[in-house]
């Protein structure tokens, strides 16, 4: 691809303005065959437990893809002003960047994606151009970028379906300052084990419930591909009568427990400022196993290879975190669906010239006064529908549905003032809690009828409490909001001589909103063992009603009509009261 772009440009201030921009890129993709694999082990597929595992294994010896693309871009500027001719200002610039891609693709659950780029100045080639070719020189290189995604992904673990990455990345920038040369490096990898836990397969392994069998085997009658395939993935069946009584009772347990998926990442970043650019780091810390470029020894990151020989001072920093999340939900009844979910996370910030800092959070039930009396659990959810079929409320109902839900977390936060390593219990620096009950109780609800109403309704409850040495700061708030809703559709025929009747459709959606709030702030500088003892700061109390009205008639005019009434109350500000109305009108003129 090759594009040349030139600009010619005046304004009153500007004389005149000339750019030209050239840019010519080439790339080059092969696709390897798909069927270039060995199956050393194929002998082994009619074994018992580990025939479809090595049996059924596939070893590619040639890459997926490769992929190379190299790009010129060279850009001139000269712009001259009209106050004076001679305030001439000339910009140039002449670059390449070049990009290397590998996908190999090892065995069928496990890949690897290396990516590579590299961007270089050609600014001392502007006049003799043909010289890059013939020494082949890529001229200053100032970035360097590699990229590595690993993915392991068995599929013999169906009942586990685990996904491991690993994706190291390295970077590399060149700095100039005046005649000075340094280079700034860094190293950041994400380790990352994914589960889906299924109780109900693991325990089908052994045990294939009654009805289940007999289903299976009756649609096997009807496609015989269907029953082979059945046979294929059952290992074992047991046939003991108290032990299929006793796997019976658990897998009824398990069924109503759907899949249990947990997620755990470790991440690291080392980065390296101002050390010597003519440094070559080493492959260990580019693949995220080593914590410095060059070889060290004990905890001395910073040695005399990575000095540059210059007036700048370098600095160092390190990183670490780890994140788990699990996560399920229980189907107590068809119709009473609960939902679990349990988070943790830590951070430790290891810089060369601060303190270190450590962050970490979990999920947490905040109680007493400062909120840590509480206990570590769980967030949940639960959403319960179908109650529209008790009693006689199915006369009036489509549907009738309940909401509930909590969230809780505590965090923390520490630092080592001595940067010693080691972050003792007096140096936390502040605590905080936190829960929102989303909705603490929620329904929404649905009439029968033509033109059904809706009704929502949600209240919501939160509260914050943050910590630092004696002072303790609370913020309580709750919502009430509400809407009621319903679409009137309908329309206008007007009956013409000797033509078919001409049908203009009006629709109307008729909704009235209430909402309400409370803020609160207290806080307190010693420790308090009841509410009653803070400080009230603010007090802050708002409800808000807001009908309206939405029309469309055809698809040319449509258009709506609302009133707002509301009234807010501040402790500091006193009362307010608000009113508004308003309406519009949108037609659409189409020629």
């Known amino acids: 691809n090759f594009s040349a772009i030139q600009t010619n440009k005046s304004t009153n201030q500007i004389l005149k303005e000339i750019k030209k921009n050239y840019e010519a890129s080439g790339s ?7 069927e270039n694999y060995l199956s050393p082990f194929a002998f082994t597929k009619d074994w018992v437990l580990v025939g479809s595992i090595l049996g059924e294994a596939r070893y590619y010896y040639t890459p997926d893809k490769i992929s190379a693309t190299i790009q010129f871009n060279e850009s001139d500027s000269r712009k001259i002003q009209r106050i004076s001719v001679n305030d001439t200002t000339k910009s140039y610039s002449f670059n390449i960047g070049r990009k290397f891609t590998l996908n190999h693709k090892f065995t069928k659950s496990f890949s690897s994606n290396y990516t590579k780029q590299i961007d270089s100045n050609l600014d001392d080639f502007r006049y003799q151009k043909w010289d890059i070719i013939e020494q082949m020189n890529p001229g200053l290189v100032k970035v360097i970028s590699e990229k590595l995604t690993n993915t392991f992904s068995p599929d013999f673990l169906k009942w586990l379906k685990p996904t491991i990455t690993y994706n190291p990345t390295y970077n590399w920038n060149l700095n100039i300052i005046d005649t000075v ?24 392994l052994v045990y294939t419930p009654e009805k289940k069998g007999k289903s299976s085997k009756s649609r096997g009658r009807g496609r015989g591909r269907s029953s082979s395939s059945n046979k294929s993935k059952k290992n074992f069946n047991v046939k003991n009568p108290a032990l299929r009584f006793m796997l019976g009772g658990v897998h009824t347990l398990v069924s109503k427990l759907n899949k249990i998926s947990a997620t755990y990442t470790y991440t690291t970043s080392h980065d390296y400022n101002n050390i010597s650019s003519d440094l070559s780091t080493l492959y ?3 693949l995220g196993f080593q914590e ?9 990151l910073f040695n005399d290879e990575l000095i540059a020989n210059n007036n700048l001072v370098g600095s160092s920093s390190s990183s ?8 399920s939900s229980v189907n107590l009844t068809r119709s009473i669906v609960t939902s679990l979910d349990f ?30 009396e509480g206990i570590p659990i769980t967030n949940w959810s639960v959403n319960w ?22 969230n809780g977390e505590r965090s923390m936060s520490s630092k080592d003032e001595n940067n010693d390593g080691y972050i003792a219990d007096d140096e936390l620096q502040n605590e905080q ?32 409490i943050k910590k630092i040495d004696e002072s303790t700061e609370r913020n309580h708030g709750s919502q009430v909001s509400s809407s009621i809703s319903f679409r009137k559709s309908g329309g206008l025929t007007i009956p013409t001589f000797f033509f078919r009747d001409f049908y203009i459709p009006n629709d109307m959606d008729f909704s009235l909103n209430f909402n309400w709030n409370t803020d609160r702030k207290l806080m307190t500088s010693t420790v308090v063992d009841n509410l009653a003892d803070f400080n009230e700061q603010s007090n802050n109390t708002s409800w808000s009603l807001k009908p309206n009205i939405s029309y469309s008639f055809t698809r040319w005019v449509n258009g709506n009509f609302y009133f707002v009434y509301g009234i807010s109350e501040n402790k500091t500000t006193g009362k307010n009261e608000e009113r508004d109305f308003g309406f519009n009108v949108n037609i659409k003129i189409q020629g």
């Not at 670490?320 to 996560?327: E, F, P, Q, T």
Request: hydrophobic share 30%; proline share 4%.
């Open 343 to 372: 988070k943790y996370s830590n951070s430790l910030s290891i810089p060369s010239t601060a303190s270190r800092t450590k962050n970490e959070s979990f999920s947490f039930y905040p109680l007493g006064t400062r909120g840590d």
């Open 320 to 327: 670490y975190g780890n994140d788990l999340n699990v996560s």
């Open 181 to 204: 040369t340094t280079a700034n490096v860094k190293s950041s990898n994400s380790f990352k084990t994914k589960i889906g836990l299924s109780l109900q397969d693991l325990v089908e």
């Open 292 to 300: 410095s470029p060059v070889n060290t020894s004990g905890e001395v």
């Open 385 to 406: 529908s179908g109650i529209e079929k008790w009693w006689f409320m199915d006369k009036l109902f489509k549907s009738v549905t309940l909401s509930h839900g909590f």
């Open 433 to 464: 809690y936190s829960f929102n009950y989303s909705p603490i109780i929620g329904i929404t609800t649905k009439t029968k009828g033509r033109s059904p109403v809706t009704f929502k309704v949600n209240y919501n409850l939160n509260q914050t």
């Open 284 to 286: 260990l810390y580019r």
């Open 28 to 34: 080059y993709n092969y696709n390897f065959g798909k």
